[in-house]
C-alpha cells in the first residue's frame, strides 16, 4: 500500500500487532525483538528526521555518498513540497523492528503484516526509513535504541485509501524439484 487515510489505528490493534511479533519463533529462542511503534508522535518524528536528513546531506563536501543520493531525492523533493510525504506515504503509524537477526526481525515483520491485512489496515516495508534511522545519532536516541541494536524492519502502518484488484505479477518459480 502506497497510499494510506489519516485515520489512526486504535491502540488494541496495534496491541494485536504487538502479539503477533513478540510471539513469532526467533532463533535459539531469543525472543530478541524490540518493536517500536511511532503514530501520536509521529509529526514529531517526521519532522526530527527531516532536519537530520538535511544536515547530513549538508555536511557533505562535494559529492554526495552513493548510499545518501535517495534521501537528498526525497529531502529536495519534500523541501518544494510539504505535502509530497513520499518517503512516508502518509501512514499514520509505523513500526521499527530490532532483533539479534535480520531473520528475526523480518519474520516478525511478516507475521504483523499479515494480520494487519486481515484486520483492513495496509503495510508497506520501508527499507529506506530503516536504514536511515540505524544511520542517524539524534534519531536513534529519539527512538530510544540502544547502541547495539540495529533497526533490521520498518514497516508503515494504515488504512489504505486505495484497494487493488490485484496483487503485482509474480514471475515463474525458480523451483527444483527432486
Not at 510471539?23 to 501520536?40: E, L, M
Request: aromatic share 10%.
Amino acid at each position: 500500500i502506497r497510499d494510506y487515510k489519516p485515520e489512526p489505528i486504535s491502540q488494541h490493534l496495534l496491541e494485536e500487532l504487538l502479539q503477533v511479533g513478540r510471539y513469532t519463533a526467533t532463533a535459539k529462542n531469543s525472543q530478541s525483538c524490540h518493536f517500536i511503534f511511532v503514530q501520536k508522535e509521529l509529526d514529531s518524528f517526521k519532522q526530527l528526521l527531516w532536519d537530520e536528513i538535511g544536515s547530513l546531506i549538508a555536511a557533505q563536501e562535494g559529492s554526495i555518498p552513493r548510499e545518501l543520493i535517495p534521501f537528498a531525492s526525497f529531502y529536495k523533493r519534500r523541501n518544494a513540497d510539504r505535502h509530497d510525504d513520499f518517503l512516508f506515504r502518509n501512514a499514520p503509524a509505523l513500526v521499527f523492528i530490532t532483533a539479534d537477526t535480520a531473520l528475526d526481525a523480518g519474520l516478525a515483520a511478516q507475521n504483523m503484516e499479515l494480520m494487519a491485512v486481515s484486520n483492513g489496515l495496509g503495510a508497506l516495508y520501508n527499507g529506506y526509513l530503516a536504514g536511515i534511522a540505524n544511520r542517524i545519532p539524534a534519531v536513534r536516541e529519539w527512538l530510544s535504541l540502544s547502541p547495539d541494536e540495529t533497526i533490521h524492519a520498518c514497516m508503515l502502518l494504515g488504512y489504505p485509501h486505495v484497494f487493488y484488484e490485484r496483487t503485482a505479477p509474480r514471475r515463474i518459480a525458480n523451483v527444483t524439484w527432486k
